[in-house]
């Protein structure tokens, strides 16, 4: 059992972490700028949940220290499209924010930082993507991430901060927000689980590279207990499988016969799934070899997972989507 503090833990990947740990029998502490989610809300008297900003030093060695806290999975950040409006709330949240996290760590003695970083760190290009290959996105924040990750590396290699982190592509699951180009991941699957029509809104072919949420937030347990000698980097890319959008409606309606799916092409979302590349393959032999990375959810287990979750969770799961 340890002292665990999830920054974001609130958000769509932190939700599902803070089960995971307290369903392992570890103490954890919420630490984000919201006060809740509805989706933590039957369990909410399981966790200790502390309202506060990231770029804020005083409110996260106040979290830290009166929670004894061990490790820190930081997850915690302002993610696109936000980010790309607003460069300097990006800067605040995910540059200083991270540097306050690896400060704090540093301070106060925590054993460990896991990080999630992301796909849109690498420099645009290739189809698949090696681990050297170049970090220089052209997204305020990919930049932001590349910070985190060299700003980890620096506090690990100097000060002995234990940092480890993942890069994530795109994550899919059931209630996952926002409005951008892969969604039509989540709602394709989400939409079908519910019974209710949904236009995929881009081409039969067009394709994402995608992990699906459990296994995203497993991976950062799974990472913190692996054994340093193994680890020949600090951060790991990671991913599920690649998946076209005809796939998608494919096992949609495997699972849910009656699902009402089509497609509707919208040339600017394609436009924006083209130049994104959202295809992109990351090497994963690394964090399978080097600490047994192993995702347990390919498409058909997260479809019965968006059926089983849309089952449990309608009230909070059958929202109006906007159309394109
Ligand atoms: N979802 C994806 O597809 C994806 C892909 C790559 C990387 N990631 C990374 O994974 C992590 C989790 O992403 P998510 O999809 O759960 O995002 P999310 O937006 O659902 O959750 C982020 C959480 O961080 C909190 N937060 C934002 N700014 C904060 C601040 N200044 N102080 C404290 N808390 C703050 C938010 O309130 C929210 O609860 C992020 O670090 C993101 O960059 C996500």
Known sequence: MANCMV????????????KMLLERGDRVTVFDVVPG????????????????????????????????????????????????RDPSLAFNANVLGTQNILEVARLLGVKSVIFASTQS?????????PMDYPQRPGTFYGMTKVCGERMGEA??????????????CIVNGPGRGGVNPGQFVVWTLQMAALKRPFKV????????????????????????????????YRVYPIMGYTV?????????????????????????????VRSLNLARRMDIEPAMKDW?????????????????????????????????
């Open 7 to 18: 920054t974001g833990g609130f958000g769509f990947v932190g939700r599902h972490l803070v």
């Open 37 to 84: 989610s509805p989706f933590l809300e039957d369990i909410k008297g399981e966790f200790n949940a502390r309202v506060g900003d990231l770029a804020n030093m005083a409110h996260l060695v106040e979290a830290v220290r009166e929670n004894q806290i061990e490790t820190i999975y930081h997850v915690g950040a302002a993610i696109p499209p936000l980010t790309e």
């Open 121 to 129: 760190s690498y420099s645009d290009g290739d189809a698949f993507i």
């Open 155 to 168: 506090y690990w290699r100097h000060f002995g901060v234990n940092f480890r982190g993942v890069r994530y």
């Open 201 to 232: 809104f881009v081409e039969p072919d067009a394709e994402v590279a995608s992990i699906y949420v459990k296994d995203a937030a497993k991976a950062l347990i799974d990472l913190n207990e692996a054994d340093e000698a193994g680890l020949r």
């Open 244 to 272: 076209t959008a005809r796939q998608l409606v494919d096992v949609a309606k495997k699972y849910v016969p009656e699902a009402d799916l089509t497609f509707r092409v919208n040339e600017d979302m394609m436009k924006k």
């Open 292 to 324: 047994g990375f192993k995702p347990e959810y390919d498409l058909d287990a997260s479809m019965r997972d968006y059926v089983a979750q849309c089952a449990s969770h309608r009230d909070l799961l059958d929202y109006a989507i906007p159309e394109f």
